[in-house]
């Protein structure tokens, strides 16, 4: 059974940090790419960052360049999303995704999480 489960969202004040998790069970995770799309209310889901299956690659939403940061520890199956200087526009419910193919790309892979609620405001 393929479970990637998503921890870490909450309600922030602009210009704070929080990190986000996603621990993936069920798959050999040090196989697969790791990304984490994001979706706001009204808007179509977006790539935020990806990482290769060993993390030597990384690529980021312009978006969110300079911000964000992606990492993976493969020991303990869990993909990380460090997010700083939280802008309300980064609003948004971030979803964990794996890719068998192993490279970042921009189109996800067959697995999803739940997602985990971001909300950033005063």
């Known amino acids: 059974q393929v479970q990637l489960v998503e921890s870490g969202g909450g309600l922030v004040q602009p210009g704070r940090s929080l990190r986000l998790s996603c621990a993936a069970s069920?798959?050999?995770?040090?196989?697969?790419?790791m990304s984490w799309y994001r979706q706001a209310p009204g808007k179509e889901r977006e790539l935020v960052a990806g990482?290769?299956?060993?993390?030597?690659?990384?690529n980021y939403a312009d978006s969110v360049k300079g911000r964000f940061t992606i990492s993976r520890d493969n020991a303990k199956n869990t993909v990380y999303l460090r997010m700083n200087s939280l802008k309300p526009e980064d609003t948004a419910v971030y979803y964990c995704?794996?890719?068998?193919?192993?490279?970042?790309?921009?189109?996800?892979?067959?697995?999803w999480g739940q997602g985990t609620q971001v909300t950033v405001s005063s």
């Open positions: 995704n794996a890719d068998a193919l192993g490279r970042v790309t921009t189109t996800p892979g067959d697995y």
């Open positions: 990482i290769s299956s060993v993390g030597g690659s990384t």
């Open positions: 069920g798959f050999t995770f040090s196989y697969y790419a």
